[in-house]
T-cell receptor, first 115, second 113 residues
Framework: DAGVIQSPRHEVTEMGQEVTLRCKPISGHNSLFWYRQTMMRGLELLIYFNNNVPIDDSGMPEDRFSAKMPNASFSTLKIQPSEPRDSAVYFC?????????????FGPGTRLTVT | KQEVTQIPAALSVPEGENLVLNCSFTDSAIYNLQWFRQDPGKGLTSLLLIQSSQREQTSGRLNASLDKSSGRSTLYIAASQPGDSATYLCAVDPSGNDYKLSFGAGTTVTVRA
């Protein structure tokens, strides 16, 4: 399996522009997570989906952020309009959540720089 | 709110020495605990997952222990190698109901050749 795939790997954009980050989870996994990592705040869970349905988006910082999962093999995280404080590494992770313990598998991340 | 702490923040050892990484958490009612490795500029790689009913897990040179009552987990890496240099993070699933992991800030390890 190719693992979790994220694109782009790096994104540099100007303040006010729309940014779309993409994620392809591991085939067969039923849950998907979006995280943000910064030096100041560490790893933060933004939103997670189970069977393509958003279960908890309480970590989404504000209305400028939105996430979708139209099918089991694709998800997007959109920031509109982007701001310099959104600069961070955004990770997507997936897992197969059944009864019992599970593991989360992370993608390589998208490094976002907003100037 | 579950707080996860990893001390020290950084560690440097000579090659061959055993590594001991600590993770503590404030709420002992956890579902499982997971150890990750993160290389610079890369994503997280899952190393070991310990369920709340378990006391330890082993994989090769890695051994992770869990003491729920004291709110602690320890990751042991035997006979360290330069390739073990990375940041190690522990993450706690507080309930098993909503799958939210609470992450520690990590311990950055440097193994000197």
């Amino acid at each position: 399996d190719a693992g979790v795939i994220q694109s782009p790997r790096h994104e540099v954009t100007e303040m006010g522009q729309e940014v779309t980050l993409r994620c392809k989870p591991i085939s067969g996994h039923n849950s998907l997570f979006w995280y943000r990592q910064t030096m100041m705040r560490g790893l933060e869970l933004l939103i997670y989906f189970n069977n393509n349905v958003p279960i908890d988006d309480s970590g989404m910082p504000e209305d400028r952020f939105s996430a979708k999962m139209p099918n089991a093999s694709f998800s997007t995280l959109k920031i509109q309009p982007s701001e310099p404080r959104d600069s961070a590494v955004y990770f997507c992770a997936s897992s197969l959540i059944l009864a019992g313990a599970y593991e989360q598998y992370f993608g390589p991340g998208t490094r976002l720089t907003v100037t | 709110k579950q707080e996860v702490t990893q001390i020290p923040a950084a560690l440097s050892v000579p090659e061959g020495e055993n590594l001991v990484l600590n993770c503590s958490f404030t709420d002992s009612a956890i579902y499982n605990l997971q150890w990750f490795r993160q290389d610079p500029g890369k994503g997280l790689t899952s190393l070991l997952l310990i369920q709340s009913s378990q006391r330890e897990q082993t994989s090769g040179r890695l051994n992770a222990s869990l003491d729920k009552s004291s709110g602690r987990s320890t990751l042991y890496i035997a006979a360290s190698q330069p390739g073990d240099s990375a940041t190690y993070l522990c993450a706690v699933d507080p309930s098993g109901n909503d799958y939210k992991l609470s992450f520690g800030a990590g311990t950055t390890v440097t193994v000197r050749a």
